[in-house]
């Protein structure tokens, strides 16, 4: 069974800072997601995966994926309260066009002022 | 363009009464997913649609849920028999393409007294 670890699970930071949240998981797999969740709102896609030593970047969030050790890893940099959100990893173990995601539990960020 | 919808947005019902949940996908998406999220915790998997089948119902929790996608397009989670424990957000997501991207809707959040 995919278990999908995320630390920490809670998060406080000042503005400006910089911190990684890390996602772990059990199984190989070259295909991993990270979502956004502002509360009460739905999933946000902001990243797609899809090999070893995959890295995208949008504003101040990097994602990097390292399938050899099982680990993607959420880099935030200069933090800024915009930013106070759940971030969610998911797993697809599929190679296919269509399969289930095995998501973590989440990390929730507070950026404080 | 249009992105998932979900109705109803709210879902208020009593013990043992039966609930629809409608999913709305993205228009020219293959793939349709249905999720359930608990307080707290990431979205877990319920069942998977590829076209009018179900590729994949194994996260369904036991026979009182059931999905139908009659024309590949929208869907409908069916529970029968309601359980306080049902109560939950019932998340629908789409996609389309080998990356397997998925786009979520705003979801039901159903409450079951």
């Known amino acids: 069974e995919l278990k999908v670890e995320q630390n920490p699970l809670f998060l406080s930071m000042q503005e400006g800072k910089n911190y990684t949240i890390y996602c772990n998981y059990s199984t190989t797999s070259d295909r991993l997601y990270w979502y956004r969740q502002d509360p009460g709102k739905s999933l946000e896609s902001l990243f797609v995966?899809?090999?070893?030593?995959a890295v995208k970047q949008e504003g101040r969030l990097m994602a990097s994926l390292d399938t050899k050790a099982r680990l993607s890893t959420l880099h935030i940099t200069a933090a800024v309260h915009d930013l106070s959100a759940t971030y969610f990893c998911?797993?697809?173990?599929?190679?296919?066009?269509?399969?289930?995601?095995?998501f973590g539990e989440g990390t929730q960020l507070t950026v404080n002022p | 363009g249009a992105g998932v919808s979900q109705t109803p947005s709210n879902k208020v019902t009593e013990k043992g009464k039966y609930v629809e949940l409608r999913c709305d996908p993205i228009s020219g998406h293959t793939a349709l997913y249905w999720y359930r999220q608990s307080l707290g915790q990431g979205p877990e998997f319920l069942i998977y649609f590829q076209g009018t089948g179900a590729a994949d119902d194994s996260g369904l929790p036991n026979d009182r849920f059931f999905a139908v996608r009659p024309e590949g397009s929208v869907s409908t989670l069916k529970i029968q028999r309601t359980e306080r424990g049902d109560s939950a957000v019932y998340l629908c997501?789409?996609?389309?393409?080998?990356?397997?991207?998925?786009?979520f809707g705003p979801g039901t959040r159903l409450t079951v007294l």
């Open positions: 995966l899809l090999s070893n030593g």
């Open positions: 998911a797993v697809d173990l599929s190679q296919t066009s269509g399969s289930r995601l095995t």
């Open positions: 997501a789409s996609s389309f393409g080998e990356y397997n991207e998925q786009f």
